[in-house]
């Protein structure tokens, strides 16, 4: 059967879907996935792979995409986030049997992403992603799809999106806001930039940006004629979002919690999700954030909703009639609602700082600080500084690290292979060579396994190229190699 392509695509393969559950880093799992497919989602991203571990990793592959079979989790695009066009395919080769399609990306604007040079730090390397698609276009049974992030300029931003479209993208999610606008910074995402990439292609085009209920998809829909739109924050505040609902949040959190006795996932991504269910409720009763974060099992998690549960609703009967909620919020805190990200400015006030730089900066200042001062620094690492006070975090004082010839990691300093530990181990053994740098000792073992052996025979030692008869001190050699 012939790939289906652009809107033939969107309207066989994705079901029409107009409500999309965005790919969010270890919040996207399939428990939630299935939570929000039941709340009105009609299709979801998996949380973004990293696309050399998924190549390289089969613990990662089974934890990510590999687990258990779930047909309710249809249609499923993946997310992968790369920079080399072969890893990018290889990777995709791996997952596309388990999702409808492979979608870069394009849009993570996190220092990490920067540091790694990915996402939205590939946005101006035109000639590189096209040779990505180009390949992964050729290479996929399944179509490749791209998230990206948009420039200040308009025409910029449409020319981007027509270069995807001409590489063989075939579906573009638009994410309204440069790479600069995130945290405190995110400011309002820009309809207007989506309207004129869905008037510029010819393939279908998803929203992203300023969804926070059900008539800001509507008024999406009709502002920039886009055939769906994605959400991210707004579902996780409320995973009935796409169904117009504004449920009680611990009705929410029980119904998560019992899909993830079925399909269990790491205990770090509940507790997030609770964090966010929660976030009005828990500026009210503080004492629960902080069982909430101590919390070390997943029946620890549902006792803590349960006392949730009795507070909120012992408030509820104690209610006077008329009382309106407070802190401006449009429902009271135990109802599902958006939360509103504050601007610098708020930022500031909530921090008690008078100026905003300082605010704006916060736990993240030293990623992009130069000179190392202290008062800008996490917490974190100012308490590294406390231990170590000639700890200089000066991103240009770190060292460089050469990559290993095999696969790009980190090669060992003292390798005599110029390789990483695991492409050093594999080619030490292939070879029968000793690595003194990583401590691989495959030549000396096997010298000392024939001489042991001859020495039995009173046989003097061969030299080691001469090791046609010597099968038992291989094996010998092999089992302590094995130990080692």
Known sequence: MPKLRGEAFWRETLRSAHYVVAPMVDQSELAWRLLSRRHGAQLCYTPMLHAQVFLRDANYRRENLYGEACPEDRPLIVQFCANDPEVFVQAALLAQDYCDAIDLNLGCPQMIAKRGHYGAFLQEEWDLLQRMILLANEKLSVPITCKIRVFPDIDKTVKYAQMLEKAGCQLLTVHGRTKEQKGPLAGVASWEHIQAVRKAVNIPVF??????????????????????????????????????????????????????????????????????????????????????????????????????????????????????????????????????????????????????????????????????????????????????????????????????????????????????????????????????????????????????????????????????????????????????
């Open 207 to 484: 929203a992203n940006g300023n969804i926070q209920c059900l008539s800001d998809v509507e008024e999406c829909i009709r502002k920039t004629g886009v055939h769906g739109v994605m959400s991210a924050e707004g579902n996780l505040h409320n995973p009935a979002l796409f169904e117009g609902r504004n449920p009680l949040v611990w009705e929410m959190a029980e119904e998560y919690l019992e899909i993830v006795r079925k399909y269990p996932c790491p205990l770090s991504y509940v507790r997030a999700h609770l964090f966010k269910l929660w976030h009005h409720t828990l500026q009210v009763h503080q004492q629960l954030r902080e069982e909430l974060a101590k919390v070390k099992t997943l029946e620890g998690i549902v006792d803590v909703n349960r006392e949730l549960k009795l507070r909120c609703q012992e408030e509820i009967a104690n209610q006077k009639e008329g009382e309106k909620p407070k802190e401006g919020l449009p429902f009271f805190h135990w109802i599902c609602q958006p939360y509103i990200r504050p601007g610098p400015k708020e930022r500031c006030r909530e921090n008690g700082d008078s100026g905003t730089e300082k605010g704006v900066r916060g736990k993240r200042a030293l990623e992009e600080e130069e000179d190392g001062n202290s008062e800008l620094l996490s917490k974190n690492k100012q308490k590294k500084k406390l231990r170590n006070p000639n700890k200089s975090f000066d991103p240009s004082l770190k060292p460089k690290y050469a990559k290993c010839d095999q696969c790009g990691n980190p090669k060992g300093n003292k390798c005599v292979f110029n390789m990483c530990r695991g492409c050093c181990k594999k080619r030490a053994f292939k070879e029968t060579a000793d690595c003194p740098g990583h401590g691989l000792l495959f030549k000396t073992k096997y010298e000392k396994a024939l001489s042991w052996q001859h020495s039995q025979r009173g046989i003097q030692m061969p030299e080691i190229s001469q090791r046609g008869d010597a099968e038992v001190g291989e094996t010998a050699m092999l089992k302590e190699a094995g130990d080692s």
